[in-house]
């Protein structure tokens, strides 16, 4: 299985940015499909973007036009890049990486905390 290490979440105003990185152990040409997750306390971990293999990105309705999910193969990382961030963005946000045989595997995940 493939290790994740996350990195660049942080304390930041409303309205700014921030920009998270997973770096991935292995290939990430391994993986069907990486996304960035996130949970706020007393809340489930929910999608907040996800990448194909074929590099197709979607996102959550409530980061869409704010958050950008890529990838930079040759890095073996991927990012999510938070603009305009709100206090509702609060969470611990974690990488998540799927093979194509089936191995799922998930980051130690970084805190993000939006003040108002």
């Known amino acids: 299985q493939v290790q994740l290490v996350e990195s660049g979440g942080g304390l930041v105003q409303a309205g700014g940015s921030l920009r998270l990185s997973c770096a991935a152990s292995g290939s990430i040409f391994n993986m069907n499909r990486m996304g960035w997750y996130r949970q706020a306390p007393g809340k489930q971990r929910e999608l907040v973007a996800a990448?194909?293999?074929?590099?197709?990105?979607n996102h959550a309705d409530s980061v869409k036009g704010r958050f950008t999910m890529s990838r930079d193969n040759a890095k073996n990382t991927v990012y999510l890049q938070m603009n305009s961030l709100k206090p509702e963005d609060t969470a611990v946000y974690y990488c998540h990486a799927r093979e194509w045989n089936g191995f799922v595997s998930w980051g130690q995940g970084t805190q993000v905390t939006v003040s108002s």
């Open positions: 990448i194909a293999s074929g590099g197709n990105t």
